[in-house]
T-cell receptor, first 112, second 106 residues
Framework: KAGVTQTPRYLIKTRGQQVTLSCSPI?????VSWYQQTPGQGLQFLFE???????NKGNFPGRFSGRQFSNSRSEMNVSTLELGDSALYLC???????????FGPGTRLLVL | EDKVVQSPLSLVVHEGDTVTLNCSYE??????LLWYKQEKKAPTFLFML????IEKKSGRLSSILDKKELFSILNITATQTGDSAIYLC??????FGAGTRLTVKP
């Protein structure tokens, strides 16, 4: 089985721009979660989707949003980028909610 | 409020040492606790624990859960430099703590 894939792998944006990151879960997995990882804050939960519905949301501003499609693929969007949004964004998939998650390689975002 | 506390935050040992990493949690509707290892990339799954007192083993790594005391430990015996990583314990609500940064020196 192919693992979790994320695109793009690397991204450079400037402040004020918006960005969309994509995640394709492992085949058969219906739950997708997103995390932000920074050196200072560690791994922080953004949101979790299951069957196209957001089940959980972390403590992030409204500039961070996401969605899940009927094929379980998910996208997250960050609008009005700030320097502090520079981070590794990880997507993880699982068969269902609260089951073992398997992480993708991440998208490294740099905001200049 | 749900929370996860791992200790120590950081640990430096030498190859061959045995280490014990601690995780305490407070989670409503607890179902399971997972341990992950994170090196320079995304976390990789180690163990899922659902029942108290049943040790899970994988090579030199083992883990056990105490649901009464809301506590789990991860043991690594005969540590190697490749064990250097951040070890994360995660309850079923998938909120990650800071983890324990383990450094194994030659």
């Amino acid at each position: 089985k192919a693992g979790v894939t994320q695109t793009p792998r690397y991204l450079i944006k400037t402040r004020g721009q918006q960005v969309t990151l994509s995640c394709s879960p492992i085949s058969g997995h219906r739950s997708v979660s997103w995390y932000q990882q920074t050196p200072g804050q560690g791994l922080q939960f953004l949101f979790e989707y299951f069957s196209e519905t957001q089940r959980n949301k972390g403590n992030f501003p409204g500039r961070f949003s996401g969605r899940q499609f009927s094929n379980s693929r998910s996208e997250m969007n960050v609008s009005t980028l700030e320097l502090g949004d520079s981070a590794l964004y990880l997507c993880a998939s699982s068969p269902g909610p609260q089951e073992t998650q398997y992480f993708g390689p991440g998208t490294r975002l740099l905001v200049l | 409020e749900d929370k996860v506390v791992q200790s120590p935050l950081s640990l430096v040992v030498h190859e061959g040492d045995t280490v014990t990493l601690n995780c305490s949690y407070e989670v409503t509707n607890f179902r399971s606790l997972l341990w992950y290892k994170q090196e320079k990339k995304a976390p990789t799954f180690l163990f899922m624990l659902t029942s108290s007192g049943i040790e899970k083993k994988s090579g030199r790594l083992s883990s056990i859960l105490d649901k009464k005391e809301l506590f789990s430990i991860l043991n690594i015996t005969a540590t190697q430099t490749g064990d250097s990583a951040i070890y994360l314990c995660v309850p079923n609500d998938m909120r990650f703590g800071a983890g324990t940064r383990l450094t194994v020196k030659p």
